[in-house]
């Protein structure tokens, strides 16, 4: 799936790091009490960190400090409990409730993606799109298909900025 991802924004691909990266998902997962998608798994342990045309951030550990991206998961899930607190989150809960959004990537505008954990099997969890604008809805594929599509130009952004991705998405790798 990642192929389809880098096809979208060729320029990733270009920035590809040579070596497989050894993320600890174990820590990970031991911390957030929840195993994450293969797909996610695949693209983390492929590239480090990175936003696409200044505006959209995926949510990736670096190796090393897998407990501050637990952290950040955990902050995530604090500001989208506020939102089920005030009946903002459109019925969705946070994880660890069943059913419960796990953050896994933002944009710069204040639109977060989220997986809805809701089957034992991750790989099945659908991708929530919480657009800045209020608009809430699924993909349901997981978050590599979403971004494919989504940068590609293959999917309808309702509620996502029109002009983002350029026809040319650009990638910037921020650390390892």
């Known amino acids: 799936?990642?192929?389809?991802?880098?096809?979208?924004?060729?320029?990733?691909?270009r920035q590809r790091p040579k070596n497989v990266r050894q993320v600890d998902w174990h820590s990970i997962e031991e911390q957030l009490q929840v195993a994450l998608p293969a797909d996610y798994k695949e693209l983390a342990e492929t590239y480090p960190p990175f936003v696409v045309d200044a505006f959209l951030s995926v949510h990736i550990p670096r190796v090393g400090q897998e407990s501050a991206f637990s952290d950040g998961v955990a902050s995530g899930l604090e500001t989208l409990a506020d939102l089920v607190e005030?009946?903002?989150?459109?019925?969705?809960?946070?994880?660890?409730?069943?059913?419960?959004?796990i953050p896994c990537a933002s944009s710069f505008s204040g639109d977060v993606f989220y997986w809805r954990n809701c089957d034992a099997d991750p790989?099945?969890?659908?991708?929530?799109?919480?657009?800045?604008?209020?608009?809430?809805?699924?993909?349901?594929?997981?978050?590599?298909?979403?971004?494919?599509?989504?940068?590609?130009?293959?999917?309808?952004?309702?509620?996502?900025?029109?002009?983002?991705?350029?026809a040319n998405p650009r990638a910037q790798i921020i650390g390892s």
Request: charged residues 20%; hydrophobic residues 40%; glycine residues 12%.
């Open 1 to 13: 799936m990642l192929h389809e991802l880098e096809s979208a924004v060729p320029e990733l691909f």
């Open 86 to 101: 005030e009946d903002e989150a459109h019925g969705y809960v946070a994880h660890p409730e069943p059913g419960g959004l």
């Open 123 to 166: 790989n099945q969890w659908p991708v929530v799109v919480s657009g800045r604008n209020d608009d809430w809805w699924e993909f349901s594929g997981g978050i590599v298909k979403f971004l494919a599509a989504w940068l590609g130009g293959t999917l309808d952004r309702r509620g996502l900025p029109d002009n983002v991705p350029s």
